[in-house]
Protein backbone atom coordinates (compact mmCIF):
# COMPACT_ATOMS: atom_id res chain seq x y z
CA UNK A 1 0.00 0.00 0.00
CA UNK A 2 0.95 3.59 -0.85
CA UNK A 3 -0.28 6.55 0.37
CA UNK A 4 0.47 10.33 -0.24
CA UNK A 5 -0.39 12.86 2.66
CA UNK A 6 -0.43 16.45 1.87
CA UNK A 7 -0.25 19.32 4.40
CA UNK A 8 -0.04 23.13 4.37
CA UNK A 9 -3.00 24.27 2.84
CA UNK A 10 -5.53 27.27 4.28
CA UNK A 11 -6.45 30.50 4.09
CA UNK A 12 -4.25 33.21 2.53
CA UNK A 13 -4.99 37.22 1.91
CA UNK A 14 -3.61 38.00 -1.58
CA UNK A 15 0.00 38.24 -2.26
CA UNK A 16 0.45 35.99 0.44
CA UNK A 17 2.39 32.94 0.60
CA UNK A 18 1.81 29.06 1.63
CA UNK A 19 3.63 26.06 1.30
CA UNK A 20 2.33 22.56 0.55
CA UNK A 21 3.86 19.50 1.40
CA UNK A 22 3.35 15.95 0.37
CA UNK A 23 5.05 12.37 1.65
CA UNK A 24 4.54 9.36 0.14
CA UNK A 25 4.89 6.62 2.22
CA UNK A 26 4.47 2.44 2.40
CA UNK A 27 5.52 -0.06 -0.12
CA UNK A 28 7.94 2.11 -2.08
CA UNK A 29 11.09 0.83 -4.81
CA UNK A 30 10.85 4.03 -6.68
CA UNK A 31 8.63 7.13 -7.00
CA UNK A 32 8.93 8.79 -10.79
CA UNK A 33 7.88 12.26 -11.60
CA UNK A 34 6.21 13.97 -8.45
CA UNK A 35 3.71 16.91 -9.01
CA UNK A 36 0.52 19.02 -7.90
CA UNK A 37 -2.76 19.72 -9.62
CA UNK A 38 -5.85 21.52 -8.58
CA UNK A 39 -9.50 21.83 -8.82
CA UNK A 40 -11.71 24.59 -8.37
CA UNK A 41 -15.53 24.20 -7.83
CA UNK A 42 -17.10 23.09 -11.33
CA UNK A 43 -13.56 23.20 -13.45
CA UNK A 44 -12.14 20.62 -14.61
CA UNK A 45 -8.66 19.70 -12.49
CA UNK A 46 -5.55 20.84 -13.87
CA UNK A 47 -1.95 20.72 -13.97
CA UNK A 48 0.34 23.18 -11.65
CA UNK A 49 3.78 21.88 -11.47
CA UNK A 50 6.02 18.79 -12.01
CA UNK A 51 9.07 17.81 -11.13
CA UNK A 52 11.19 14.26 -12.69
CA UNK A 53 13.51 12.38 -10.31
CA UNK A 54 16.32 14.20 -11.48
CA UNK A 55 14.98 17.39 -10.52
CA UNK A 56 13.47 18.53 -13.98
CA UNK A 57 10.56 21.05 -13.56
CA UNK A 58 7.46 21.90 -15.38
CA UNK A 59 4.84 24.55 -14.62
CA UNK A 60 1.29 25.51 -16.44
CA UNK A 61 1.56 29.07 -17.37
CA UNK A 62 -0.69 30.47 -14.43
CA UNK A 63 2.06 29.09 -12.09
CA UNK A 64 5.08 30.35 -13.83
CA UNK A 65 7.11 33.06 -12.24
CA UNK A 66 4.89 32.52 -8.68
CA UNK A 67 5.14 29.56 -7.79
CA UNK A 68 7.84 26.47 -7.25
CA UNK A 69 8.26 22.64 -7.46
CA UNK A 70 10.81 20.95 -5.48
CA UNK A 71 11.11 17.66 -3.97
CA UNK A 72 13.44 15.94 -1.70
CA UNK A 73 14.10 12.12 -2.50
CA UNK A 74 15.49 11.10 0.84
CA UNK A 75 11.82 12.10 2.19
CA UNK A 76 9.79 11.35 -0.63
CA UNK A 77 8.34 14.33 -0.45
CA UNK A 78 7.37 16.90 -2.59
CA UNK A 79 6.46 20.68 -1.86
CA UNK A 80 4.70 23.64 -4.06
CA UNK A 81 6.08 27.19 -2.49
CA UNK A 82 3.12 29.29 -3.83
CA UNK A 83 4.03 33.57 -3.71
CA UNK A 84 2.03 35.90 -5.16
CA UNK A 85 -1.05 34.04 -4.37
CA UNK A 86 -4.39 35.74 -5.71
CA UNK A 87 -8.06 34.78 -5.71
CA UNK A 88 -7.96 32.57 -8.65
CA UNK A 89 -5.42 30.50 -6.85
CA UNK A 90 -8.51 29.26 -4.74
CA UNK A 91 -8.38 25.65 -5.02
CA UNK A 92 -8.24 21.93 -3.68
CA UNK A 93 -4.48 21.18 -4.37
CA UNK A 94 -3.90 17.22 -4.87
CA UNK A 95 -0.18 15.82 -5.19
CA UNK A 96 0.50 13.05 -7.88
CA UNK A 97 2.97 11.01 -7.36
CA UNK A 98 4.40 7.76 -9.93
CA UNK A 99 5.55 5.20 -7.46
CA UNK A 100 6.65 1.47 -8.34
CA UNK A 101 6.82 -1.03 -5.41
CA UNK A 102 8.27 -4.68 -5.41
CA UNK A 103 6.64 -5.42 -8.44
CA UNK A 104 8.56 -1.95 -10.69
CA UNK A 105 5.21 -1.34 -12.12
CA UNK A 106 4.49 2.25 -11.79
CA UNK A 107 1.17 3.43 -10.76
CA UNK A 108 -0.60 7.32 -10.05
CA UNK A 109 -0.99 7.81 -6.59
CA UNK A 110 -3.12 10.89 -5.56
CA UNK A 111 -3.55 12.36 -2.22
CA UNK A 112 -6.37 13.29 -0.74
CA UNK A 113 -6.50 17.33 -1.24
CA UNK A 114 -5.52 20.52 0.64
CA UNK A 115 -7.55 23.18 0.49
CA UNK A 116 -6.19 26.67 -0.39
CA UNK A 117 -8.07 29.15 -0.20
CA UNK A 118 -7.05 33.55 -1.21
CA UNK A 119 -8.98 36.13 -0.32
CA UNK A 120 -9.07 39.47 -1.77
Known amino acids: QVQLVESGGGLVQAGGSLRLSCAASGSIFSINDMGWYRQAPGKQRELVATITSNGRTNYADSAQGRFTISRDNAKNTVYLQMNSLKPEDTSVYYC??????????????WGQGTQVTVSS
Open 96 to 109: NSKIAGVSWIYYDY
